[in-house]
T-cell receptor
Framework: DADVTQTPRNRITKTGKRIMLECSQTKGHDRMYWYRQDPGLGLQLIYYSFDVKDINKGEISDGYSVSRQAQAKFSLSLESAIPNQTALYFC???????????FGNGTRLTVT | AQSVTQLDSHVSVSEGTPVLLRCNYSSSYSPSLFWYVQHPNKGLQLLLKYTSAATLVKGINGFEAEFKKSETSFHLTKPSAHMSDAAEYFCVVTLTSGTYKYIFGTGTRLKVLA
């Protein structure tokens, strides 16, 4: 079983719809992250959380929100999806500063 | 501030020949450096990490990287490419303390020719 699980794997939605991407982990890590990947741009940080009561914006948080429901669960919402949010979204965890990130398999989101 | 540059967006090698994927970094403080591999429709898998211990780091699948502070480089190598190595590779830098930021390179796509 994967240590970091993302659902759904693929999602097609229409402009203006609200959608939620979910992430759960069994690694026991306190730190969780949401990244967005666009071709040729590497990964950009959307939000991060160091524990259940700690939520922080990343570089590209506009149009997104998150919820840390438990240590193991971190969900990303698009309040009103737009076509330029079409991308591959990754959830990741880490256990400390300087430690490697552990990634889920990603959610491919298409907004039409 | 930290930054990372992957010098080649695409690299092609023949099966059985050496692989070299280049990464240069910039960091004001002690960095942690990682290489990740991404196969199609998959997440990023950690290949190896440097966290201020040995400068020559061995990873999975026969890959290794050498941390060269004087050259600010962390190039990824493998003596003999295999068809299954075809993927995209990312160099990542962060600090050993005091930050949440992981800075990703833009990736190098490795093609392995039969």
């Amino acid at each position: 079983d994967a240590d970091v699980t993302q659902t759904p794997r693929n999602r097609i939605t229409k402009t203006g719809k609200r959608i939620m991407l979910e992430c759960s982990q069994t690694k026991g890590h306190d730190r969780m992250y949401w990244y967005r990947q666009d071709p040729g741009l590497g990964l950009q940080l959307i939000y991060y959380s160091f524990d259940v009561k700690d939520i922080n914006k990343g570089e590209i948080s506009d149009g997104y929100s998150v919820s840390r429901q438990a240590q193991a669960k971190f969900s990303l919402s698009l309040e009103s999806a737009i076509p330029n949010q079409t991308a591959l979204y990754f959830c990741a965890t880490s256990d400390n500063t300087g430690s490697p990130l552990h990634f889920g398999n990603g959610t491919r989101l298409t907004v039409t | 501030a930290q930054s990372v540059t992957q010098l080649d967006s695409h690299v092609s090698v023949s099966e059985g020949t050496p692989v070299l994927l280049r990464c240069n970094y910039s960091s004001s403080y002690s960095p942690s450096l990682f290489w990740y591999v991404q196969h199609p429709n998959k997440g990023l898998q950690l290949l190896l990490k440097y966290t201020s211990a040995a400068t020559l780091v061995k990873g999975i699948n026969g890959f290794e990287a050498e941390f060269k502070k004087s050259e600010t480089s962390f190039h990824l190598t493998k003596p003999s490419a295999h068809m299954s190595d075809a993927a995209e590779y990312f160099c990542v830098v962060t600090l050993t303390s005091g930050t949440y930021k992981y800075i990703f390179g833009t990736g190098t796509r490795l093609k392995v020719l039969a």
